[in-house]
């Protein structure tokens, strides 16, 4: 892309409305407005639009550029179903909305959210396009279809019938009426060809009202009224061909684009037609434009000028740019002979010093006055004199006179109610100093005068050596260097500079003294103000304040923003608002900028109002000085080429917000665009270009920028950025919003741009689901794996721990038995019969093992009987007896620490208990009866029934299941008795005798099989 001009577009500044009538306004329409010209690749231009997004389309022979004030985008062809089509000769353009529609010289297109579309590429040669935005129609005007008409709604073109075949050039569109008029060689028509007019040279029409504005090649603007369908007689005339008429609804006036001087406007209230300017883009303008800020921007096929450029209305009005008397001496001199030194406003007459004369300019009728003593005068002078070079640097009021100071010549005094004019040149100075010259004043050189200002009895100069004072009659001189600027000190004496020193001097011009400034810092001091106990002064394009501080001056910078060149003016004015109340402004001048400062007690300006080129503020011209007229308000800038106005009563006009856009998203290398935009996941960078529609002076804006789920509040872009991009982005939905802030803290459109981002795989919500599951699963499967390794290891430990324990009881229960020779195995039947018929009495597996635990040690009390009872061959007695059933209270003592084995306890005290109640050692009955003594009971009966006794042999079979009958309800539970018998019957409770069994590893008490026995036997 090509260098481009950085741009502010304008500052739109209005006066009070009760200081300005209607034809006062339409007076300063043209002597406030600046050319700003816009730098295109290609010179040269046709067409102008702006669609409502605020981008500007220029239209030119080389294709189409759009323009968002500080780039360019150019488009030559697009793409469209796999054909290509060329966007050249582009003969106009207009919009609705944020749709642009181009025409060029063979098709119709369209182009929306970067979307170019054809319309039409059959209608002939093409010449002109008009659009309706009410009825929402396009209007062509074709060489050979005559008129075509494009309904915007249906997307659908027709050719009245009435038109076609003809050659139409023109066509203008009543949205009033929703109705055309068309012009062919012959005239000028309606819709339904009725002839308006027979002029064959017609360039433009424009309707506004009721009235149809027809435009003649040769200058002539006529008026057909569109109710009563006649030609009025009134017309307006200007020495130019018309190429474009735009009526500007704001400043009520009718532009008229020339094809050599430029642009005229005409008030149609008025009926005032005046030229705008001297414009650089004056030749061939054929179309005009007026943007939402309210800039007028005109197109010129002109090759040779930039082909586009805007105007645009501020705060400074340049006095003399269509004053016939400077123009045309801007005509005949250099351009460093227009250069303004310096002003003075007395009364309505402002006094303009410059290289080239003196100038009195009338701000009632804004015009140079053609009557000129001052210069009647020197002219006579210079010619008498011999003098071939001279000019005029400074000019002051003193004793109701005006005072010129001039370079060659000396001091010029004028009186303006006299009108005479009187020259103190060096011989006047030489014969008129009662010999007050110092430090060895040299005569000749007095003449070479430059600056000046009046004091209460005396007028101050400064010359090329130094500084002299006039009283009204007599010369005082000093001899200095090169005084540059005068000004009073806040006690009534001279302060003045040179390039090097601030200097004070005394009444009587003998003695001067130097004011410190900085020395540390190299430049010149070329202006200087005193505020209060401060003095400000400027080296080069620094500005530095100075404070006597007891005997030492303290020296401090104030920093200014954006600063070019030498600060040239530096003054401090009084105002008044309109209520009445004062208040204080600084005025700083650069050689090319101007800054309006509220306050200087800072180190650093940050609020202030800024002008420059892009005002159309010419160069400052340097040593010299602008004026204040404090009665108006307004303050007089020099410059290169001409004066500047400035008011202070003004204010800036704020009601149209700046407005902004988001011209493409970038991912990555690749451009995007539109309100939504899908993003592939394997993006990394996201960009959002910005386009700013307009540079305000002063400060700028401030773009605000979030997005939300990234943000958590509105960030500020930096200065200057107009790319906000973000990184490494997780998938997912986004939303993008950006505004600006402008320097009034007025805010812009809103801007929303929503992402879609694609998700990895591992970003899905699914995935983590899976993965959740995957990992809850994991950890269940573990912990179930280590509830099994731990409750594997828990069981062989239980089980290692159980058959020790078993084996510990059966170890016991054989020493219990072996302790009684006549029931040796007797505790480990009963432990298995008891677990037999716990077993099918449907107990749980723990409560089985208990019981058998139990039954192993339900005779644990026989340890403590005496042997000789234990083993006594013939029946006991009475008191043996009772010593013999002692055993089961006593096993219950000997039991009384174990609380492993539930109801252990209860299996050896009360196993000799009866269910009717007739057994020992409580004589319980029935329920009564703990169940695991009632069990062991059937169990130890069932043994001592089958076992060989030495009083008895074993029962058979038969008989015990009699027993068992017999007793069942007496001594035996007979729930458990019919269990016991039924168990018998069916071969699965029988006797067994200790040396047949044997404890297996499952922790129960096993028979042997026969084979097994016998093997032992042997």
Same mark, same amino acid.
């Given at each position: 892309?090509?260098?481009?001009?950085?741009?502010?577009?304008?500052?739109?500044?209005?006066?009070?409305?009760?200081?300005?009538?209607?034809?006062?306004?339409?007076?300063?329409?043209?002597?406030?407005?600046?050319?700003?010209?816009?730098?295109?690749?290609?010179?040269?231009?046709?067409?102008?639009?702006?669609?409502?997004?605020?981008?500007?389309?220029?239209?030119?022979?080389?294709?189409?550029?759009?323009?968002?004030?500080?780039?360019?985008?150019?488009?030559?062809?697009?793409?469209?179903? *796999?054909?290509?089509?060329? !966007?050249?000769?582009?003969?106009?353009?207009?919009?609705?909305? &944020?749709?642009?529609?181009?025409?060029?010289?063979?098709?119709?297109?369209?182009?929306?959210?970067?979307?170019?579309?054809?319309?039409?590429?059959?209608?002939?040669?093409?010449?002109?396009?008009?659009?309706?935005?009410?009825?929402?129609?396009?209007?062509?005007?074709?060489?050979?279809?005559?008129?075509?008409?494009?309904?915007?709604?249906?997307?659908?073109?027709?050719?009245?019938?009435?038109?076609?075949?003809?050659?139409?050039?023109?066509?203008?569109?009543?949205?009033?009426?929703?109705?055309?008029?068309?012009?062919?060689?012959?005239?000028?028509?309606?819709?339904?060809?009725?002839?308006?007019?027979?002029?064959? %040279?017609?360039?433009?029409?424009?309707?506004?009202?009721?009235?149809?504005?027809?435009?003649?090649?040769?200058?002539?603007?006529?008026?057909?009224?569109?109710? &009563?369908?006649?030609?009025? /007689?009134?017309?307006?005339?200007?020495?130019?061909?018309?190429?474009?008429?735009?009526?500007?609804?704001?400043?009520?006036?009718?532009?008229?684009?020339?094809?050599?001087?430029?642009?005229?406007?005409?008030?149609?209230?008025?009926?005032?037609?005046?030229?705008?300017?001297?414009?650089?883009?004056?030749?061939?303008?054929?179309?005009?434009?007026?943007?939402?800020?309210?800039?007028?921007?005109?197109?010129?096929?002109?090759?040779?000028?930039?082909?586009?450029?805007?105007?645009? @209305?501020?705060?400074?009005?340049?006095?003399?740019?269509?004053?016939?008397?400077?123009?045309?001496?801007?005509?005949?001199?250099?351009?460093?002979?227009?250069?303004?030194?310096?002003?003075?406003?007395?009364?309505? !007459?402002?006094?303009?010093?410059?290289?080239?004369?003196?100038?009195?300019?009338?701000?009632?009728?804004?015009?140079?006055? =053609?009557?000129?003593?001052?210069?009647? @005068?020197?002219?006579?002078?210079?010619?008498?004199?011999?003098? /071939?070079?001279?000019?005029?640097?400074?000019?002051?009021?003193?004793?109701?006179?005006?005072?010129?100071?001039?370079?060659? !010549?000396?001091?010029?005094?004028?009186?303006?109610?006299?009108?005479?004019?009187?020259?103190?040149?060096?011989?006047?100075?030489? %014969?008129?100093?009662?010999?007050?010259?110092? &430090?060895?004043?040299?005569?000749?050189?007095?003449?070479?005068?430059?600056?000046?200002?009046?004091?209460?009895?005396?007028?101050?100069?400064?010359?090329?050596?130094?500084?002299?004072?006039?009283? *009204?009659?007599?010369?005082?001189?000093?001899?200095?260097?090169?005084?540059?600027?005068?000004?009073?000190?806040?006690?009534?004496?001279?302060?003045?500079?040179?390039?090097?020193?601030?200097?004070?001097?005394?009444?009587?011009?003998?003695?001067?003294?130097?004011?410190?400034?900085?020395?540390?810092?190299?430049?010149?001091?070329?202006?200087?103000?005193?505020?209060?106990?401060?003095?400000?002064?400027?080296?080069?394009?620094?500005?530095?304040?100075?404070?006597?501080?007891?005997?030492?001056?303290?020296?401090?910078?104030?920093?200014?923003?954006?600063?070019?060149?030498?600060?040239?003016?530096?003054?401090?004015?009084?105002?008044?608002?309109?209520?009445?109340?004062?208040?204080?402004?600084?005025?700083?001048?650069?050689? /090319?900028?101007?800054?309006?400062?509220?306050?200087?007690? /800072?180190?650093?300006?940050?609020?202030?109002?800024?002008?420059?080129?892009?005002?159309?503020?010419?160069?400052?011209?340097?040593?010299?000085?602008?004026?204040?007229?404090?009665?108006?308000?307004?303050?007089?800038?020099?410059?290169?080429?001409?004066?500047?106005?400035?008011?202070?009563?003004?204010?800036?006009?704020?009601?149209?917000?700046?407005?902004?856009?988001?011209?493409?998203?970038? +991912?990555?290398?690749?451009?995007?665009?539109?309100?939504?935009?899908?993003?592939?996941?394997?993006?990394?960078?996201?960009?959002?270009? +910005?386009?700013?529609?307009?540079?305000?002076?002063?400060?700028?804006?401030?773009?605000?920028?979030?997005?939300?789920?990234?943000?958590?509040?509105?960030?500020?872009?930096?200065?200057?950025?107009?790319?906000?991009?973000?990184?490494?982005?997780?998938?997912?939905?986004?939303?993008?919003?950006?505004?600006?802030?402008?320097?009034?803290?007025?805010?812009?459109?809103?801007?929303?741009?929503?992402?879609?981002?694609?998700?990895?795989?591992?970003?899905?919500?699914?995935?983590?689901?899976?993965?959740?599951?995957?990992?809850?699963?994991?950890?269940?499967?573990? %912990?179930?794996?280590?509830?099994?390794?731990?409750?594997?290891?828990?069981?062989?430990?239980?089980?290692?721990?159980?058959?020790?324990?078993?084996?510990?009881?059966?170890?016991?229960?054989?020493?219990?038995?072996?302790?009684?020779?006549?029931?040796?195995?007797?505790?480990?039947?009963?432990?298995?019969?008891?677990?037999?018929?716990?077993?099918?009495?449907?107990?749980?597996? =723990?409560?089985?093992?208990?019981?058998?635990?139990?039954?192993?040690?339900?005779?644990?009390?026989?340890?403590?009987?005496?042997?000789?009872?234990?083993? @006594?061959?013939?029946?006991?007695? =009475?008191?043996?007896?009772?010593?013999?059933?002692?055993?089961?209270?006593?096993?219950?003592?000997?039991?009384? *620490?174990?609380?492993?084995?539930?109801?252990?306890?209860?299996?050896?005290?009360?196993?000799?208990?009866?269910?009717?109640?007739?057994?020992?050692?409580?004589?319980?009955?029935?329920?009564?009866?703990?169940?695991?003594?009632?069990?062991?009971?059937?169990?130890?009966?069932?043994?001592?029934?089958?076992?060989?006794?030495?009083?008895?042999?074993?029962?058979?079979?038969?008989?015990?299941?009699?027993?068992?009958?017999?007793?069942?309800?007496?001594?035996?539970?007979?729930?458990?008795?019919?269990?016991?018998?039924?168990?018998?019957?069916?071969?699965?409770?029988?006797?067994?005798?200790?040396?047949?069994?044997?404890?297996?590893?499952?922790?129960?008490?096993?028979?042997?099989?026969?084979?097994?026995?016998?093997?032992?036997?042997?």
């Amino acid at each position: 892309m090509k260098k481009r001009i950085h741009l502010l577009l304008f500052i739109v500044l209005i006066g009070l409305a009760s200081f300005f009538s209607y034809d006062a306004y339409a007076d300063s329409v043209s002597s406030d407005k600046s050319e700003i010209l816009v730098d295109l690749e290609v010179s040269g231009a046709e067409a102008l639009c702006q669609t409502d997004d605020g981008f500007i389309w220029i239209g030119q022979y080389s294709g189409l550029t759009r323009y968002d004030s500080k780039e360019f985008q150019v488009y030559k062809s697009f793409e469209e179903d *796999g054909k290509n089509y060329e !966007i050249i000769n582009v003969r106009d353009l207009a919009s609705i909305d &944020n749709t642009l529609y181009i025409l060029t010289y063979t098709s119709l297109y369209s182009y929306s959210n970067n979307h170019f579309h054809v319309i039409s590429t059959e209608l002939g040669s093409l010449y002109d396009l008009e659009i309706d935005k009410v009825n929402k129609k396009l209007y062509v005007a074709s060489e050979t279809k005559g008129v075509a008409i494009y309904d915007i709604e249906s997307d659908t073109v027709t050719t009245p019938e009435a038109q076609l075949g003809m050659s139409v050039i023109r066509i203008d569109a009543d949205k009033n009426r929703d109705t055309y008029y068309y012009q062919t060689s012959a005239g000028l028509y309606d819709s339904l060809n009725n002839q308006i007019c027979n002029f064959e %040279n017609v360039m433009d029409t424009y309707i506004y009202e009721d009235i149809l504005y027809i435009a003649r090649a040769d200058g002539e603007i006529c008026q057909y009224d569109l109710v &009563n369908h006649v030609m009025l /007689t009134e017309s307006f005339k200007i020495d130019d061909q018309i190429n474009k008429l735009l009526y500007d609804s704001n400043e009520k006036l009718l532009y008229i684009a020339c094809e050599a001087d430029g642009i005229y406007y005409l008030n149609l209230n008025t009926k005032e037609m005046k030229l705008i300017g001297d414009l650089e883009n004056k030749k061939q303008i054929i179309d005009l434009m007026i943007d939402y800020e309210g800039n007028l921007w005109l197109a010129s096929h002109y090759i040779g000028t930039s082909g586009v450029s805007y105007i645009t @209305k501020n705060a400074l009005v340049e006095l003399f740019y269509d004053d016939p008397i400077w123009q045309n001496l801007a005509s005949t001199l250099q351009k460093n002979e227009r250069n303004v030194y310096a002003v003075e406003k007395i009364d309505d !007459i402002l006094y303009v010093c410059s290289t080239s004369g003196v100038f009195f300019y009338d701000t009632k009728t804004n015009k140079i006055l =053609d009557s000129n003593p001052v210069m009647d @005068k020197v002219k006579e002078y210079v010619e008498a004199n011999g003098i /071939t070079y001279f000019d005029f640097r400074d000019v002051e009021e003193f004793n109701n006179k005006i005072y010129f100071a001039s370079y060659y !010549i000396g001091l010029i005094e004028y009186d303006p109610i006299t009108k005479n004019v009187k020259i103190y040149d060096v011989d006047y100075i030489d %014969n008129h100093n009662g010999g007050n010259l110092y &430090n060895g004043v040299v005569i000749s050189q007095l003449n070479m005068m430059r600056c000046l200002r009046s004091f209460d009895n005396y007028l101050a100069i400064g010359y090329n050596k130094g500084i002299a004072k006039f009283d *009204g009659e007599n010369f005082s001189a000093h001899y200095i260097g090169n005084v540059l600027y005068i000004n009073k000190a806040n006690d009534g004496s001279i302060l003045f500079n040179t390039t090097k020193n601030i200097f004070t001097i005394t009444e009587d011009f003998k003695e001067y003294s130097i004011i410190p400034t900085m020395t540390e810092v190299e430049g010149n001091r070329l202006k200087f103000l005193v505020d209060g106990d401060y003095i400000y002064y400027n080296l080069n394009d620094r500005l530095f304040r100075t404070k006597k501080e007891g005997s030492e001056y303290i020296h401090e910078e104030i920093e200014i923003p954006y600063v070019k060149g030498s600060i040239v003016e530096l003054s401090k004015v009084r105002l008044q608002d309109r209520y009445g109340n004062e208040y204080y402004k600084y005025v700083i001048g650069s050689q /090319t900028q101007v800054y309006i400062v509220d306050s200087l007690d /800072t180190n650093k300006i940050t609020d202030y109002e800024f002008y420059d080129k892009t005002n159309g503020l010419q160069p400052i011209i340097a040593n010299t000085s602008g004026y204040f007229d404090e009665a108006s308000q307004k303050y007089y800038f020099q410059t290169a080429a001409g004066v500047f106005e400035y008011s202070f009563i003004q204010t800036q006009d704020v009601s149209i917000p700046i407005r902004m856009a988001v011209n493409s998203v970038e +991912l990555d290398d690749k451009s995007y665009y539109g309100n939504e935009i899908h993003v592939d996941k394997n993006t990394y960078r996201i960009s959002f270009n +910005l386009s700013v529609f307009g540079f305000r002076p002063n400060k700028g804006y401030t773009i605000y920028y979030k997005l939300e789920g990234v943000d958590n509040d509105y960030n500020i872009a930096k200065e200057d950025s107009l790319s906000i991009f973000y990184t490494n982005l997780n998938g997912g939905s986004y939303d993008f919003s950006v505004y600006v802030v402008d320097e009034f803290g007025q805010t812009s459109n809103l801007v929303h741009i929503h992402l879609v981002k694609d998700k990895f795989v591992y970003e899905q919500a699914w995935f983590w689901v899976i993965i959740a599951v995957i990992a809850v699963a994991l950890i269940v499967a573990l %912990n179930i794996l280590l509830i099994k390794l731990k409750t594997r290891n828990s069981i062989r430990r239980q089980l290692q721990l159980k058959n020790i324990t078993l084996e510990a009881i059966q170890a016991i229960a054989r020493t219990i038995d072996a302790k009684d020779e006549y029931t040796n195995g007797h505790s480990i039947r009963v432990g298995y019969y008891s677990k037999i018929i716990a077993e099918h009495l449907h107990l749980s597996n =723990d409560e089985v093992d208990n019981i058998y635990y139990i039954a192993l040690l339900h005779d644990i009390g026989k340890i403590a009987i005496p042997d000789s009872i234990l083993n @006594k061959p013939g029946r006991l007695t =009475d008191e043996e007896f009772a010593i013999m059933k002692s055993h089961t209270v006593r096993g219950a003592k000997i039991l009384n *620490g174990i609380s492993t084995i539930p109801q252990i306890i209860e299996g050896a005290k009360s196993h000799h208990e009866k269910y009717d109640g007739s057994g020992y050692p409580e004589g319980l009955r029935g329920e009564f009866i703990p169940y695991v003594a009632r069990i062991i009971c059937c169990a130890d009966c069932f043994d001592a029934m089958a076992s060989k006794r030495v009083y008895k042999e074993p029962f058979a079979l038969e008989k015990i299941i009699g027993e068992f009958e017999r007793c069942s309800g007496t001594q035996f539970d007979p729930q458990i008795a019919k269990v016991v018998v039924d168990l018998i019957k069916s071969g699965k409770l029988k006797p067994y005798t200790a040396e047949n069994t044997y404890l297996g590893s499952d922790g129960k008490t096993h028979r042997m099989k026969k084979e097994e026995v016998e093997a032992k036997e042997e």
